[in-house]
């Protein structure tokens, strides 16, 4: 029952919170988007001025009613402090850091104020995720990253960021829960595979490979001792002019294909994360690399931007739906 109660409240909550702050990527904090409430200690605190009161009143002592009085003042001003520590900010999104699924990324936040002042105890936090203090001291901005579990690739919308204050007694927890529209870029997680399973094409346009070949003729070598028959070259042996082999060499295309068709039998989310793990290894040599996905081809190149575009492609395609949208009752969807 309790947990039906708890399952229902939440539906309800996120419904409003999502009508009252609605998605953007900057948002000035206000009455509207602001919320108060006891802490702990605060239930404890009132606890405490409620039995002050019932003893003043009890044994009609002036001096346990002024207590009580001075205990509800401070109560008060402290209402007022809490809120004004958190009034008057705006936070903005700036950008997050791509990352791989299952390892941590970071997004970059601003926090700024028209008027430099104090601030003390600001605590920025992701549903489930480790939160990040920080303080601005007369300053106009400061930047704050915030850490944040990537659990699968593509497009990631952690949903609504939790900032929160207990200042400046602990009494009362100042909160908001805010969508800045954050679509963090996943990659794939990448499984890596020994060298040999990454190769370039038999034959291309490439520099010529000097071993052993049969496609074009080089030179010719010393005849050694067990050298096939076939490659004598008998028209220099006809003229008494030795005994010689011919040599040949094929052309080697060095450039390297990630292929979708070089991984059969695997599943979409295993065939990415393998191509990813061949595009990590293939990238750090001087080779050029291309991509073949189902009704995608990226042709071979080797620099930073090539690398990216490919690493988004991998991110991107067939993007998995959300499923894990009804665990996180603050994203950008209601539950």
Known sequence: MVERFGKFFRYHFSHWVYG????????????????????????????????????????ENNVVFAITCLLISVFVITILHSFSNLSGLKLSFVRATPAFAGEQLVVE?????????????????????????????DQEYIHVKVPLYAPRRGIYNPGRLTLESAYPLG????????????????????????????????????PLQMGDGSEDFVGLNN?????????????????????????????QDERIWLDWNDFPGLD???????????????SATDKAYGLRLPGIEILPDNNEEHRLKILRELALFEEPSRGDEEEQPFRKKPL
């Not at 028209?114 to 203090?133: H, I, M, N, T, W």
């Not at 067990?226 to 070259?233: H, M, Q, T």
């Open 268 to 282: 979409r989310e295993t065939r990415l994360s393998r191509l990813c793990g061949s595009l990590l290894q293939v």
């Open 223 to 251: 005849y050694q001792q067990g050298d096939s028959l076939k490659k004598i070259a008998w028209k220099q042996y006809a003229k008494e002019q030795g005994m010689y082999t011919k040599h040949y060499a094929d052309y």
């Open 20 to 59: 009252r702050i609605p998605p953007s990527r900057s948002i000035a904090l206000n009455n509207r988007s602001l919320f108060i409430f006891p802490s702990k200690a605060g239930f404890g605190f009132l606890l405490l001025v409620l039995i002050c009161w019932l003893m003043a009143t009890n044994y």
């Open 171 to 206: 009494l009362l927890r100042v909160w908001t829960k805010l969508d800045l529209d954050i679509g963090c870029l996943i990659y794939p997680q990448p499984i890596f595979t020994s060298p040999e399973t990454v190769n370039a094409q038999s034959r291309g346009n490439g």
């Open 109 to 137: 936040l601003v926090l700024h104020q028209e008027q430099s002042r104090y601030r003390e105890s600001l605590s920025l936090s992701f549903l489930g995720e480790e939160a990040v203090a920080t303080t601005l001291h």
